[in-house]
């Protein structure tokens, strides 16, 4: 029943960057009278005008849904991520027409697109515990509804904690969670993604083949898709600071979990070493990852159409500037 009310979910890919670029691999056609050195040079001009990716960060919400919209334009964001409720909080009051009107002025007026959203740090759909799940898979919906109800593109969530019951059973209790959550959102525009995990205590989502086995038993997987985070990543393990390595992470995604799944990329550099399944944020080159990290994604053709958000510390450099729009222009100068 679940899958038949599934849709695609077109708006997340329809969502045109801010260079008016289309998603994908750009197809050059061109008519039977031109020449080979024109279609090389239309080929060459296209090349040339490759789209950046979308960059953005994760702005507070407090005070309406505008004032995220009015600072992501401040820092420099082309796109934006926001909380669709309070996050340390299980309950919220509801949403009204009011702050939906609020959110849908804020995006248009600014202009920042795609909105994703990230689900509260509370839930935990790979819990043990019955009630907790419950409470859980009830949370998620009610910020699916918001979410459907503004017009975010992708509700991200961390897949949770397996606490001691062990991964396998703590991918399946996920995996049977999100069902449920599709279930009582029949038809929803909004995708679920799953952000991989730095591996932190019993964290589940910390190898690619954990985010695909989830993927794999839920029944409407059409609706999801993942979220990277570079310093998940590489807590977890994963590294990509030499091109080489790079590479060959980039390939292990593809075939674990298919590159096209990617729909969103947080960008952050990491306080802690390489596997050290401990998740702190830095900023941007100044942590372990360092700058060489972020080159590659930044320049990866094969993500140039997927929203790259920072999550950085907030707070104003030694000259009052914002410390977001410090980052984003940080990660800008990386494209070559
Ligand atoms: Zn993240
Ligand atoms: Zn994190």
Request: proline residues 4%; hydrophobic residues 40%.
């Amino acid at each position: 029943m679940a899958s038949a009310q599934v849709k695609a979910s077109p708006h997340f890919f329809d969502v045109t960057p801010t260079t008016g670029w289309p998603a994908g691999p750009v197809a050059v056609t061109y008519c039977g009278d031109t020449t080979y050195e024109q279609a090389a040079a239309n080929a060459q001009e296209v090349e040339m005008t490759m789209p950046t990716p979308a960059f953005g960060a994760h702005r507070s919400i407090a005070g309406g849904f505008e004032h995220a919209f009015t600072a992501g334009v401040g820092v420099g964001c082309d796109c934006l991520q926001i909380f669709v409720k309070n996050q340390r909080q299980w309950r919220a009051p509801q949403l009204c027409d009011r702050h939906v009107a609020a959110y849908k002025a804020g995006a248009r007026q600014t202009g920042l697109t795609p909105v994703l959203a990230h689900a509260s740090y509370l839930l935990n759909l790979a819990s043990p515990d019955t009630a907790t799940r419950r409470k859980s898979v009830h949370a998620m919906v009610d910020e699916l509804e918001r979410c459907e109800a503004l017009g975010v593109s992708a509700l991200i969530f961390h897949p949770g904690a397996h606490l001691g019951s062990g991964i396998k059973s703590g991918i399946k209790r996920v995996a049977r969670s999100l069902d449920q959550v599709h279930e009582r959102c029949p038809g929803y525009r909004t995708l679920i993604l799953l952000e991989t995990t730095a591996g932190q205590g019993t964290a589940v989502g910390h190898r690619f083949e954990q985010l695909a086995a989830i993927i794999d038993h839920v029944s409407a997987s059409g609706r999801l898709g993942v979220c990277l985070d570079t310093c998940h990543l590489f807590a977890a393990g994963y590294d990509f600071r030499k091109p080489e390595d790079y590479a060959a992470m980039v390939d292990e995604l593809g075939s674990v979990i298919g590159l096209s799944n990617v729909k969103c990329i947080h960008l952050n550099d990491s306080k802690r070493l390489l596997g050290s399944r401990v998740d702190r944020h830095e900023h941007i080159g100044k942590g372990k990852i360092g700058k060489r990290g972020f080159v590659h994604f930044v320049n990866d053709k094969r993500f140039a159409h997927v929203p790259m958000i920072i999550e950085t510390p907030k707070g104003k450099d030694g000259r009052g500037t914002d410390l977001d729009k410090v980052n984003l222009k940080r990660l800008r100068a990386l494209i070559r």
